[in-house]
DNA sequence: ACTTGATGTGTGCGCTGTCCACACCCCTGC
DNA sequence: GCAGGGGTGTGGACAGCGCACACATCAAGT
């Protein structure tokens, strides 16, 4: 990619400017809706510009979504990583990283789960990236029961407990309902977390 | 009020009727993406006659959710009663009718939480019935602790861990990520209750 | 009967999402 | 080193939207 052009007629990396401008906006007013052509606007080009990089503002928006699922399989590996596969502390570190990630892109976040993409179908970078983010829980998951240290109970139902506590938390979180800190945010994650984890042992 | 009339010029109850067609209309799209004016065209009347019964689209939503608030909180003291106040099964019984809840009204659980009504500073009803569904899990869990079955940690602390688990799960099932059926949906509310009930346990 | 206030009608404004024909300009093949 | 082609941005158009405002209708109280 060539270096910034500025006062040209192609933008450079219009795609990305209009991606960042939508993050700005639901940073700003907590839901997707920004207009189109005020995107448009912020960047400095036409209203029918954006057109060119995503079919319509779903398309858009799935876009945003399947960034956030990659940065939370990242997050979630990452977390990972600091603890041994397997072990309680592990589990622990998956559900504190879910909600980190929750409170460091919060506009992400209130995109990801959004119903208009419950169909990920039209969008298989988005289907792709959740199943790789939902895949990360439960691989941790089924490690800790097999390393003996989880109930043995059917591996979707833990998953399900889990993961609906996490994501309520992170939810939550992000709505504000549990101030602005993040270390506040992470406490709760991590507490939470230790107890259902205390009542998942085998 | 007078039983209803039809070919009128007046409607006889127009509010209900425009909140009814609404949540027909989340429940088919997932999401309040429908037009007022489309809402208006359903019920039969001209565009602007449903504005003399809300100031505008998000007072329409604000009702909405101020009626599902009032719908939990009539839930949760239903299911309460169930069990002997202070014990665990009292405590899991709320867990269960939270879910409950989000499963048997999704449409309006799909608003509660959107973020437009996030300030509810101009919606005093739907502020009042938001904090009393949030009172009625408090002192649940404030009366476990007082009866000695629940660890006498920072009240808040597990209030916030409870509320994030239900709640996750609830969104979680209206997103159709658990299937359609209510009884499983019921199924993965109560193991994951008795679980994070379990870690809890003084 | 007359007024009055609540409720529904009709019309208009500015804005939106999206479409289309056209303008521009970088890159590649000759 | 130049022609032109395809990717990218422009400008204008259209239907539909939220909402405001002036007017119509009707029930209820005097």
């Known amino acids: 990619m060539p270096p910034r052009r500025r006062n040209t007629y192609h933008h450079g990396d219009l795609r ?3 991606i960042d401008a939508a993050l700005q906006a639901i ?3 907590g839901s997707p809706d920004f207009s189109l052509r005020a995107l448009a606007r912020r960047v400095g080009v036409a209203p029918s510009a954006p057109y ?11 876009a945003i979504a399947a960034e956030g699922f990659r940065l939370l399989a990242d997050g979630l590996r990452k977390a990972a990583g600091t603890a041994r596969p397997g072990s309680l502390d592990h589990l622990r570190e998956l559900g504190v990283a879910y909600v980190r990630f929750a409170a460091r892109h919060p506009a ?3 995109i990801m789960f959004r119903p208009e993409l419950a169909d990920k179908t039209p969008y298989p970078e988005l289907l792709d990236a959740a199943s790789d983010s939902f ?10 029961q097999e390393s003996g240290v989880v109930r043995p109970e059917e591996t979707g139902r833990l998953v ?8 309520g938390i992170a939810a939550l979180a992000v709505a ?3 101030g602005r800190s993040r270390a506040k945010i992470e406490a709760i994650a991590r507490s939470a977390s230790e107890a259902l984890i205390r009542g998942l042992e085998a």
């Not at 895949?135 to 800790?144: C, F, H």
């Not at 399900?160 to 994501?167: D, F, L, Y």
């Open 16 to 18: 990305r400017a209009v």
């Open 27 to 29: 940073r700003e007013q």
């Open 52 to 62: 060119r990089h995503f079919e319509d503002k779903r398309a858009l928006l799935a």
């Open 108 to 110: 992400h976040f209130r």
């Open 135 to 144: 895949d990360v829980l439960t691989s941790g998951i089924r490690a800790a």
């Open 160 to 167: 399900r407990a889990s993961w609906g506590m996490v994501h």
């Open 176 to 178: 504000g309902q549990f």
